[in-house]
């Protein structure tokens, strides 16, 4: 069994008042509880993490010191933000590891995190915590051996910046997550009348595309719940954010079905959507997966689904 809850839902900046109360504020933050082993894992460290840290001290701290594991998907500000606020990383005894992907070499995993701590930035020095800090870079790795029965995988994703999938398995349940990322596509010319046109490369570009978008439906095959990126409208997608590294909601509903996944959680929200829009969005989108369609819906902050 796995239990997943949503602490932050949002993609790019906070957004907290009263025209997103009912699907939250906060940028990703998740948290995956394994009751059976008492093992806690939390996906991203965005501006959600502070209310699970307030969590944590005020209902875990009491039984014992605090030991959890920290799943970066990539470095992007809006994904970090919230570590400087992990309120258990302050109290001696904390036992915290942090794994992620980093995208330049010279650039170590603690370095990128803390680098937002720095007296110029944040009165609080990455050096000055109290907890017991270590840090691992992952790479895209097929199989992860996380002891107490629990797997990772993770998958390189289609972000601006190195950014990772991940896939938990445990006792026969697999929770996925995909943000950000965007399906990808071929890079070069495929218009025959422009003067840069290649057929061969166009052709290759073709083939590249299709073998990465179906190497992510293979990755996410099966699973019983799938979080992706679903910023966008394919309108709006189309429009104007082709390239940007986020999904269109059309999209990610499309891989969750090639997938055969069984729940999907349509994440990463535009900040400028309002509740409004977004239970607009849910009439449009969502089902209860009566059909052979994966049951669809769009995280909620505080919200847990249990696989």
Not at 127 to 144: D, F, H, N, S, W
Request: negative net charge; aromatic residues 12%.
């Amino acid at each position: 069994m796995m239990q997943i809850k949503f602490w932050g839902v949002r993609g790019s900046i906070p957004c907290p008042g009263p025209q997103t109360m009912e699907y939250g504020g906060n940028t990703a933050c998740i948290e995956v509880y394994f009751p059976e082993v008492n093992r806690r894992v939390i996906i991203d460290a965005g501006s959600g993490l502070r209310e699970l840290a307030n969590y944590l001290v005020a209902e875990e701290l009491p039984k014992g010191p605090i030991s959890t594991e920290i799943y970066l998907t990539h470095t992007h500000w809006d994904h970090i933000m919230g570590f400087p606020f992990f309120v258990p990383a302050y109290i001696p005894g904390t036992k915290i590891k942090v794994y992620g992907p980093v995208t330049y070499e010279d650039e170590p995993l603690d370095e990128v995190v803390g680098g937002q701590m720095k007296y110029r930035y944040f009165p609080v020095n990455m050096g000055e915590l109290a907890a017991k800090i270590q840090y691992v870079r992952l790479k895209e790795t097929p199989l992860i051996d996380l002891g107490d029965g629990i797997t990772l995988a993770t998958k390189i994703l289609n972000h601006p910046i190195t950014a990772l999938g991940y896939r938990f398995s445990f006792r026969g349940s697999i929770f996925c997550t995909a943000y950000d990322t965007e399906r990808f596509r071929n890079l070069f010319v495929t218009d025959p009348a422009n003067p840069s046109y290649d057929e061969a490369m166009a052709m290759e570009g073709d083939m590249a595309a299709r073998e990465q978008n179906q190497a992510m439906v293979d990755f996410f095959a099966g699973a019983d719940l799938l979080v992706h990126d679903a910023q966008y409208t394919q309108d709006e997608y189309t429009q104007n954010y082709v390239g940007w590294g986020h999904s269109a909601i059309e999209d990610a509903i499309a891989t969750a079905v090639d997938a055969n996944v069984k729940k999907l959680a349509l994440f990463h929200h535009d900040p400028d959507r309002t509740d409004s829009d977004m239970n607009e969005l849910a009439v449009t989108y969502g089902n209860k997966g009566e059909s052979s369609s994966p049951e669809i819906f769009f995280a909620k902050e505080g919200m847990v689904v249990t696989i």
